[in-house]
């Protein structure tokens, strides 16, 4: 269900959302992840946009502004999402259910760029000419490296690489599938809509608007903030009604095939899935007590 977003979305959501993507890494990472995180997206950015020290010293002060708000708004409704979750994992669901979850990450989501527009529009405005020459390359080399990795080495290799980041995040979750499950989860994958080719494509849409975007808040200042919103809103929903359509669907099929996965699992899978959702909500309460 990922799409390509770069900087800002890429920078919001490693902020944002980063107590979420790490959680699927392990568990036992979160505490740990989440501390880094502010020096991560710092060093994100600044890969985007080789900072200036003046710059830096900003960045750094709006991304810890950032995360207080992060730690001390948000954490907490995670929490109470994964306390939801915990409950759902026993039960069986629905495709619908499933994109019912994924439209609240996403409001979360939302929720954290539009609290990183206002600084991100500070850095924008102060953005020198051979920082976005530096962008641009960064944009190429980022686009080699997609090709790299979902065109370069054809259908069949693809297909491999999608089953097996799905079956990594199957197993984090549920603990060993069954041969069953994995032909059910491989069937589901070679089956996905999912277009590299398609999704190169809009990559180089967003960034060419992203550079558009940059140079016409640097020309008008006062309206940087709106600018970059409504880039944004470009990013989640694409202006070529045919990608759009083809996003939508690609989101459908990640909750059909969740559904359909999560309906096969033994109680004692499910039993590992809420072990793992629960402590996952321990660390996140734990990262929104005081030090």
């Given at each position: 269900?990922?799409?390509?977003?770069?900087?800002?979305?890429?920078?919001a959501?490693?902020?944002?959302?980063?107590?979420?993507?790490?959680?699927?890494?392990?568990?036992?990472?979160?505490?740990?992840?989440?501390?880094?995180?502010?020096?991560?997206?710092?060093?994100?950015?600044?890969?985007?946009?080789d900072?200036?020290?003046?710059?830096?010293?900003v960045?750094?002060?709006?991304?810890?502004?950032?995360?207080?708000?992060?730690?001390?708004?948000?954490?907490?409704?995670?929490?109470?999402?994964?306390?939801?979750?915990?409950?759902?994992?026993?039960?069986?669901?629905?495709?619908?259910?499933?994109?019912?979850?994924?439209?609240?990450?996403?409001?979360?989501?939302?929720?954290?760029?539009?609290?990183a527009?206002?600084?991100?529009?500070?850095?924008?405005?102060?953005?020198?000419?051979?920082?976005?020459?530096?962008?641009?390359?960064?944009?190429?080399?980022?686009?080699?490296?997609?090709?790299?990795?979902?065109?370069?080495?054809?259908v069949q290799?693809?297909?491999?690489?999608?089953?097996?980041?799905?079956?990594?995040?199957?197993?984090?979750?549920?603990?060993?599938?069954?041969?069953?499950?994995?032909?059910?989860?491989?069937?589901r994958?070679?089956?996905?809509?999912?277009?590299?080719?398609?999704?190169?494509?809009?990559?180089?849409?967003?960034?060419?608007?992203?550079?558009?975007?940059?140079k016409?808040?640097?020309?008008?200042?006062?309206?940087?903030?709106?600018?970059?919103?409504?880039?944004?809103?470009?990013?989640?929903?694409?202006?070529?009604?045919?990608?759009?359509?083809?996003?939508?669907?690609?989101i459908?099929?990640?909750?059909?095939?969740?559904?359909?996965?999560?309906?096969?699992?033994s109680?004692?899978?499910?039993?590992?899935?809420?072990?793992?959702?629960?402590?996952y909500?321990?660390?996140?309460?734990?990262?929104?007590r005081?030090?």
């Open positions: 269900m990922e799409s390509a977003r770069r900087w800002l979305r890429r920078a959501l490693c902020a944002g959302t980063f107590v979420l993507l790490t959680a699927l890494g392990g568990c036992s990472a979160v505490r740990l992840a989440y501390g880094q995180a502010p020096s991560l997206a710092y060093w994100w950015i600044d890969d985007f946009v900072l200036t020290d003046g710059q830096s010293t960045l750094r002060q709006d991304i810890d502004a950032f995360f207080a708000w992060h730690r001390a708004q948000e954490l907490p409704l995670y929490a109470e999402r994964l306390t939801q979750w915990q409950s759902m994992a026993t039960q069986d669901t629905t495709a619908d259910k499933s994109c019912q979850q994924f439209e609240v990450l996403r409001a979360a989501y939302q929720r954290s760029i539009e609290r527009i206002d600084p991100l529009a500070r850095l924008a405005v102060n953005l020198k000419p051979d920082q976005l020459q530096h962008l641009a390359r960064h944009h190429v080399k980022s686009n080699k490296k997609f090709a790299s990795e979902w065109l370069d080495d054809g290799a693809r297909k491999e690489r999608l089953y097996g980041k799905a079956l990594d995040r199957y197993e984090t979750l549920y603990g060993d599938l069954s041969q069953a499950q994995r032909t059910l989860l491989k069937v994958t070679d089956a996905s809509g999912f277009d590299p080719q398609r999704v190169q494509t809009e990559r180089k849409r967003r960034q060419a608007d992203l550079l558009a975007t940059l016409q808040a640097q020309a008008q200042p006062a309206e940087a903030a709106g600018l970059l919103r409504q880039w944004h809103t470009r990013v989640l929903s694409s202006p070529d009604a045919s990608y759009a359509a083809y996003s939508k669907a690609l459908r099929q990640g909750c059909d095939q969740y559904a359909a996965l999560h309906n096969t699992t109680p004692e899978q499910r039993a590992h899935a809420v072990g793992v959702l629960k402590g909500e321990t660390d996140l309460l734990a990262l929104t005081p030090d």
